[in-house]
């Protein structure tokens, strides 16, 4: 239940950074000019001290703090006049000052002091050259796996979705198929590698049966329990009015279950960029995880790293995507749930 872990911590943390954000705020912003301070000592630590080894981009990585700086210096004193965007930014200026310091420390700690050294670490400007040098190539994997995991995650989350209407609804369905999804749920999709490969007439195919497996799963077995703790009340109402078995399930019981569905998509989300990570090191041409299995075992872990802040990016930007996607569909609940 990780995702709905998340999911209570993000609707908290929201609704205290919509509070705060509330407020009105004039004059100069400190944590504005702070965070210009930490960006500029970073700055200032890349370009003036040497490098125990060359690295690349060791210059465009000061440019780049250095106007990160200037652009947090700027914001310190027109940060009030951009309405909600400058609330938002007043709202995580300590983040933005603990981010500069952390470059700051990462600088000295690689490539200063040689304290985290070569090639297991790699500095700020590491993973910049890595994103200059080699972007074609990340493109094209993140292309890849893209239509990997678009295609896996889609397919699982709609039979999921629908296995679990079905479970929930109806008796039958659920007598033969609650036991099998008990005995599939627990398994890692991982581990049905073996099979799928040998099933399927490629590694692309198998790839996206393991992620729909990850991601379906979770759905299937919120869906059904959504649909199952439906209020009877409701269908006693809906069939006085003389609703049908159709109107019942997708009037009543889809609705009423959606906040678990999205429970299960979180999930499923976090599950499948699991799986999608093992599936393609096991024989894909391209995509993220092949990069990371191709450049683990040149032991270039500047590209390495650099393949990870990407996805953790993207499921990141994705997780957002769904909280924004929940909450237009859920938005009739609120006050209510």
Known sequence: MSAAVEDTFESAGEGAGRRSLALPFTGIWRNGLFAAGTWALTAALTYGLPDVITWGATELFAAVALVGAGIFLALSVTVHRLGSVGRTLVHYGPWFIVLGLWLAVWEVLTAKLGWLPKPFFSPPQGLLHVYMTDWDRLLICIAYTGRLWGLGFVSGILVGFAGGVALGWSKRFAYWGMPLLKLIGPVPASAWIPCTFFIFPSTFHASIFLVALASGIPVAILTAAGVSQVNRSFYDVARTLGADNRFLIFKVAIPASLPNVFVGIFMGLYYSF????VAEMLGAKFGLGWYLQFNTAYSAYANVYAALIIMALICAGLV??????????????????
Do not use: E, N, P
């Not at 909450?327 to 609120?334: C, I």
């Open 274 to 277: 699991a799986v999608l990570v």
């Open 320 to 337: 957002r995507l769904l909280f924004v996607a929940r909450d237009r569909l859920l938005g009739w609940q609120k006050g209510i749930l």
